[in-house]
């Protein structure tokens, strides 16, 4: 099972059940059926600051990943921990769904380009 934490900081309303929904649905499409994951859904301000501090970009977002073991091999017993992904409902609005399976495939290793489009496509069909 995949254990997702998920802290809402935005002052937004936002669907934290179908968040988790799709966060498990992606990732056992991807394979990963345990470990852990956090969703943060945060405001454009603090979205702002973690695009500069950690990419060097000055400028709000609508998604970030932060990923720690990915798909990587790990010792026996030890919990999988997949890194956490941050939202910002005020630039993804009602469509959070695609960010969101974005921001999961990029914990898993995916990078931008015509693989990642074609596994977004499939998640969200």
Not at 31 to 60: S, Y
Request: with cysteine; proline share 4%; charged share 25%.
């Amino acid at each position: 099972m995949i254990a997702v934490d998920v802290e809402n900081r935005s002052g937004a309303s936002v669907d934290e059940t179908g968040a988790v929904e799709l966060a498990q649905r992606v990732l056992a499409a991807e394979g990963i059926g345990e470990g852990e994951l956090g969703i943060a859904f945060v405001g454009a301000d603090e979205m702002r600051a973690l695009k500069r501090d950690h990419l060097g970009v000055d400028e709000t977002t609508d998604v970030l990943s932060f990923p720690i073991d990915g798909r990587e091999a790990l010792p026996e017993g030890m919990p999988r921990a997949l890194g956490d992904v941050v939202l910002c409902p005020e630039v993804v609005g009602e469509e959070w769904q695609w960010p969101l399976t974005h921001g999961l495939l990029h914990l898993l290793g995916y990078d931008h380009g015509d693989e990642m489009t074609a596994r977004e496509e499939a998640l969200l069909s």
